[in-house]
């Protein structure tokens, strides 16, 4: 089982829908939660970091952490075509070897 | 703006063959990273540096070196190109561990 799990889709909305992407994590060595967003044939680029449970929001898009559950969560509001892309949920793992964990991707495309 | 920067972003090499893959940033950060991307399995890391002549192993190395001889580049070494080392390559730094990744553009390597 991999330790951080992401539906990897793909996933294809209208434009102007609200989209929610999630993953989960495998327990509590990990403590800090990040958003990655990969446009085709670009490397990632850091889009939300959390450090803590509850929301975080930036624009259009909030990022929701659940400690309790082990549940990440993206929201893109008023989704556009500029946000199809690949999105990557990752947290940093505290305990053990100490290193930052990617979910697998969620290829996610917004239809005009 | 951090730039991090990759020797290649297109490279056909033969089985057997010694590969070099190159990274460079330019915002003096400790932390760098190699990974590889595949579809289905997200980002993978192969090993990561965080100082000079510093190395550790991801969960990845086989088949796999690095170099790091100089704080803003990190090289990346197949020893004998397989053809199941066909993947996208992604070089990363962050000033922490626990820090935002920036990422380059990637190398996308095809071995034949």
């Known amino acids: 089982q991999k330790e951080v799990e992401q539906d990897p889709g793909p996933l294809s909305v209208p434009e102007g829908a609200i989209v929610s992407l999630n993953c989960t994590y495998s327990n509590s060595a990990f403590q800090y939660f990040m958003w990655y967003r990969q446009y085709s044939r670009k490397g990632p680029e850091l889009l939300m970091y959390?450090?803590?449970?509850g929301n975080k929001e930036d624009g259009r898009f909030t990022a929701q952490v659940d400690k309790s559950s082990k549940y990440i969560s993206l929201f893109i509001r008023d989704s556009q075509p500029s946000d199809s892309a690949t999105y990557l949920c990752?947290?940093?793992?505290?305990?053990?070897?100490?290193?930052?964990?990617f979910g697998q991707g969620t290829r996610l495309t917004i239809n005009p | 703006d951090v730039k991090v920067t990759q020797s290649s972003r297109y490279l056909v090499k033969r089985t057997g063959e010694k590969v070099f893959l190159e990274c460079v940033q330019d915002m003096d950060h400790e932390n760098m990273f190699w990974y590889r991307q595949d579809p289905g399995l997200g980002l993978r890391l192969i090993y990561f540096?965080?100082?000079?002549?510093?190395?550790e192993k991801g969960d990845i190395p086989e088949g796999y070196s690095v170099s790091r001889e100089k704080k803003e580049r990190f090289s990346l070494i197949l020893e004998s190109a397989s053809t199941n080392q066909t993947s996208m390559y992604l070089c990363?730094?962050?000033?922490?561990?626990?820090?935002?990744?920036?990422f380059g553009p990637g190398t996308r390597l095809t071995v034949l």
């Open positions: 540096s965080y100082d000079v002549k510093m190395k």
């Open positions: 990752a947290s940093f793992r505290i305990q053990g070897a100490q290193k930052l964990v």
């Open positions: 959390t450090y803590s449970s």
């Open positions: 990363a730094s962050s000033l922490q561990l626990t820090d935002t990744q920036y």
